[in-house]
Structure formats: structure tokens, C-alpha cells
């Protein structure tokens, strides 16, 4: 059992005097989030029953349930017992005369206390409900002083139900023996299609700053199509594509265009191949799917100052050695809110993913990055800015999550490559065996590198320009490397560029919510789920 001083301090919950109750605010309070998809949960039934209370999560699956209690007061003659026990009423009289001391306590086996009611009655009749005061299962004495008068009783609680056993004499010792740690009360969150959650909850003023509440049907597992973004692209209004408007599949290029370039929202399904001899510009507020694990882009998709596309489910082949899209994917042009997920996307003639132009808040989860020829001459995966000082437009942007993807055969340099941006870079897996450097940090970059595993590849992490940038790394795994990485950590380089003046800082923490998968597992489950599905 806790001692729960707090219920003294805390606005006397319990205080009473004779005319009227004392009453103190019940203020429990709390989030709640989906946890399949890690956002807020609006619509939650947020319940203290044994007080009879509710609320509703608003919009920001924030809940507050507020209000008073007090004890009931009963001013008729009480021609008994001065202290009695009646099943779980306690009933008192304080005598004529001076304000009594009023002091209610309940003692558990080991002789551990709980301050249930301390303060001052006028004269008069009183009760006290204890059963949703006492909750703590197993046997106790309850000792309560009214003035210079006192009894004793011995009370057992069981499912939450307390029922009297005896009354013992005054000053009786706590009894030998452990009873296990129980609640104020339980705080009930249910809502239609999730499973019930039900919060112990240690006094009448807890905060409960996030609950999970999970989905009915089957959570999606980790690296499945069904599992929600993650990272920068959830932050400062999300990202939701096209929304749930009804899909148009294509299977042409002129079908794919007509549909990517609508201004109005739109869900878009790929089927079969798409050869595009350019790079097609995809339109603010679309959804691209592919419709299985073979649907694929055959040249290059670019998001040029658009907002809120999500991109998943597909092939990106470049058309190197031929002419065509010079990136597979680019995001640029202040793009910005933009998920890439699940994606397969090698032999760009130029850039694989390349972020660049003051672009920001996007996610790159469960791709698969590779080469198929040694002889290409440009290796080189992903950008995000560009370096040696050269983009001053860029700072305060390019704020790029890189989550559980998988750097594979062939793949040189830039995995990604930071510059200016501020960049979260976990749970990846990088095998490019015969490469020259993975992740990259030069001018004014910041990253945070954790729990990724780095197996047989050389200089896992990289320092490049001498111009101020910053290193965080935590959790990793250097499994066979060469190089620079392992103890390559905190603040780089020893000068500001001519008129750039920028105080990079530490991205040690990110305003959003993820959980790291440990980083053994990464190597089973990156390569399982990395790619199209």
C-alpha cells in the first residue's frame, strides 16, 4: 500500500465540517494514442466509475476528468455508538463542545499506513463511504480517532470489496504478514472497435501522459503494410496523402500523369509497369500504392514544391545506363510533409532519394536501396542538401526521419548524406560490403544515429567539410567495419562558413514518437520487410 500523505496536502480531499462538505477537485488526466498507428485517439470514453465520472478525448486524444467529491454529511442524533463500522459506512459523532480532531487511518499487514481523512468536525453526525476509499486488497485494521475517542477494526478487501470482520480493541498491533498494492481508483478508456484499457490510478489527482489503446481487429506487425508513419513527416500537421477518397488504378503513363497531376486529392493504385522517359510531377494531397510486390516505375518520380504525398508498395528501377530521370525519387523545392515507404529503388543514374532545396518534414521507412553493376559510376544513394557550405537557404529545414531501410549491394556513399538538415537516422541496416563511407555529416548538420546495424561495410559514419555539425549516436552495432564511426560522436568541425553564423545543436531528442526496435533484430526484420510487399 501506498501512504498517501498527499490526501492531507492535496485539498483535503476528504475534509468535511458539519453543515456542508469540503469538497477538492478530481483531476485525472491523460493522452491517448492508437497504437497501431502512433497517432492521437479522438473519441475515447475516459471513466471513473466508483466516482461516477467521465470525459471524452478531444481531437488531440487528450482527456481531463474534473471534479468534486466530499464526505455526505447527516446532522440527526446519533443515539449508538460514538465510532461504528457498518459494512463499509464508518459513522461518527464529534460531541458538543470545541471542533474535534478528526484522524481516519487504515494500517496493511506489514504496518504500513494510509492516511484516509486527517482535519477538524464541528459537532454533529457524520458518515464516510470507505468502500472506494480503501481498495488495497487483503486484511488491515482500521483506526479511527474522533477527539479523545477511538476504535478499531479489522477489515479484509477483497476484488475491490471490503466487508468488516471484527472490531478490535484500541491500540491492537499491526498484523504479521504482506498484502499486495492496490489503487485509489481505476480509470476505464473504451472506445468502439479497441480493446477496453483499465489504468490503476495511486490518488484522485494522477496524470496519465500516454495509453496505448490497441485496435480489436489484429495489430499490424512491425514492417507490414498496415502499420501508420513514423518520425517527421507525423510532425506539424502530418501526413495523409490523398486521405480516404475512393482509388483509381492506372496502367499507363498518360493514366498515371492525368491522375498524379489532379489538383484534387487522390488515391492512385499502380499496376503492372510504368515507363516513363522523364521525371513525372506528382501534385500536393495524392496517395501512390502499388498494387502488389511487382508494380513498378520504370524511370523517376519528382515532388517540386508540393505538400502531403505519400508514396508506398512500389518499384522505382532508374534507367541507367540509358537517358532518362537523373534521380529516381526527388523531393526538392520546398516539398514538404512527404512519407516514402516500402519502396525498392536502384540504378538511378544519378540520385536513388535525393532531399534537397529547403524540403521538410518526410519519413523514408522500409526501403531498399541497391546497385546492380560495380561499374556505375555514380554510386551515390541519397543527398539531403548539398554540401561545403553551399546551401544557407536549407538551414532550419530539411528535417528527415530514416527509418528501418535497407542499404544493399553496391551502394558507395551518401546513406544518406546530412547537410543543414536535422536528421534521424535509426533501425537501418546497412551490407554494402566494398563501399566508401554510409552516413555522411558535414555543414551544419545535425543527426542522431541510433540502433542501426552496420555489418562488414567501411566508415559508418563520416565526417565531411570542416564547417560546425553535430553527431549523436547510441545502440548501434559495428559488426566487422573499418573505418570511421564508432567513436565518431558530438560536435564536429572548427569554423562557420563566410556569413553563416548558424549554432548547430545536439538532435538528441525528436517531437515525435517512435519506439527503436533493438538493434539485434534488425538484420532478420529489415530484411524481411524492406521493399515492396
Known amino acids: 500500500m501506498k501512504t498517501k500523505v498527499g490526501l492531507r496536502t492535496t485539498a483535503a480531499i476528504f475534509a468535511i465540517v458539519a453543515s456542508a462538505s469540503v469538497k477538492a477537485a ?33 481531437s488531440k486524444g487528450l482527456y481531463r476528468i474534473a471534479s468534486s467529491t466530499g464526505i455526505r454529511t447527516d446532522m440527526t442524533s446519533d443515539i449508538g455508538a ?38 477538524r468536525v464541528a459537532p454533529g453526525s457524520y458518515w464516510v463511504p470507505l468502500s472506494d476509499k480503501l481498495r488495497t486488497t487483503g486484511l488491515h485494521l482500521l483506526e479511527t480517532r474522533v477527539g479523545s475517542l477511538s476504535a478499531t477494526h479489522k477489515v479484509v478487501v477483497q476484488s475491490g470489496r471490503m466487508s468488516m470482520q471484527s472490531t478490535a480493541p484500541s491500540g491492537t498491533p499491526a498484523m504479521a504478514g504482506r498484502s499486495a498494492a492496490a489503487a485509489w481508483d481505476t480509470l476505464i478508456l473504451s472506445k468502439s472497435g479497441y480493446a477496453t484499457v483499465k489504468v490503476a490510478l495511486a490518488t484522485s489527482s494522477d496524470s496519465v501522459p500516454r495509453t496505448n489503446m490497441v485496435p480489436t481487429t489484429q495489430v499490424p506487425e512491425i ?71 511487382t508494380a513498378k516505375i520504370y524511370g523517376g518520380i519528382e515532388m517540386n514544391g508540393v ?13 541507367w545506363p540509358n537517358t532518362g530521370a537523373g534521380d529516381a525519387v526527388a523531393v526538392k523545392g520546398q516539398a514538404h510533409h512527404i512519407w516514402l515507404d516500402h519502396l525498392a529503388i536502384w540504378d538511378a543514374p544519378d540520385g536513388q532519394l535525393d532531399i534537397t532545396q529547403a524540403a521538410n518534414y518526410v519519413t523514408v521507412s522500409w526501403c531498399k536501396f541497391w546497385y546492380t553493376n560495380a561499374s556505375h559510376p555514380h554510386r551515390l544513394n541519397g543527398l539531403i542538401s548539398a554540401g561545403g557550405g553551399t546551401q544557407p537557404d536549407d538551414w532550419g529545414k530539411l528535417k528527415v526521419t530514416y527509418h528501418h531501410n535497407w542499404f544493399a549491394d553496391l551502394v558507395d556513399q551518401r546513406m544518406p548524406r546530412v547537410m543543414y538538415g536535422e536528421v534521424h537516422v535509426y533501425n537501418n ?8 563511407y554510409c552516413v555522411g555529416i558535414g555543414s551544419y548538420g545535425s543527426v542522431l544515429v541510433e540502433n542501426n546495424y552496420f555489418k562488414g561495410v567501411n566508415n559508418p559514419i563520416s565526417f565531411m567539410y570542416d564547417l560546425y555539425a553535430w553527431i549523436t549516436q547510441k545502440g548501434n ?32 531528442t525528436v517531437p515525435y514518437t ?7 533484430d534488425i538484420p532478420t526484420l529489415v530484411s524481411k520487410y524492406a521493399g515492396p510487399q
Do not use: H, M, W
Not at 488504378?249 to 492512385?268: G, H, M, Q, W, Y
Open 26 to 58: 478530481v483531476n485525472v488526466r491523460g493522452v491517448v494514442y492508437d497504437a497501431a498507428t502512433n497517432l492521437v485517439l479522438a473519441g475515447v470514453k475516459a471513466e471513473l466509475k466508483a466516482a461516477a465520472l467521465s470525459a471524452t478525448s478531444d
Open 82 to 119: 460514538r465510532i461504528r463500522l457498518d459494512g463499509t459506512r464508518l459513522s461518527f459523532t464529534a460531541p458538543e463542545g470545541p471542533v474535534a480532531d478528526v484522524r481516519i487511518v487504515a494500517s496493511d499487514l506489514q504496518g504500513r499506513s494510509e492516511i484516509l481523512y486527517q482535519g
Open 223 to 293: 514492417g507490414s503494410l498496415n502499420a501508420g508513419v513514423v518520425g517527421y513527416a507525423t510532425v506539424s500537421g502530418g501526413t495523409t496523402g490523398g486521405g480516404s477518397v475512393a482509388a483509381t488504378t492506372v496502367k499507363t503513363l498518360a493514366e498515371f500523369k492525368a491522375a498524379v497531376s489532379d489538383k484534387n486529392p487522390r488515391v492512385i493504385v499502380v499496376e503492372g509497369t510504368i515507363t516513363a522517359t522523364s521525371a513525372v510531377q506528382i501534385a500536393s494531397n495524392k496517395t501512390i500504392l502499388g498494387k502488389d510486390k
Open 307 to 319: 505538400n502531403n504525398v505519400i508514396v508506398r508498395n512500389l518499384n522505382i528501377q532508374g534507367v
Open 429 to 436: 541496416y546497412y551490407t554494402s560490403k566494398g563501399n566508401g
Open 477 to 508: 552495432v559495428y559488426d566487422g567495419t573499418t573505418g570511421t564511426g564508432p567513436n565518431l560522436n558530438g560536435k564536429q568541425g572548427s569554423r562557420y562558413e563566410t556569413n553563416q553564423p548558424f549554432e548547430c545543436k545536439a538532435l538528441s
Open 514 to 520: 517512435y519506439v527503436a526496435t533493438p538493434t539485434a
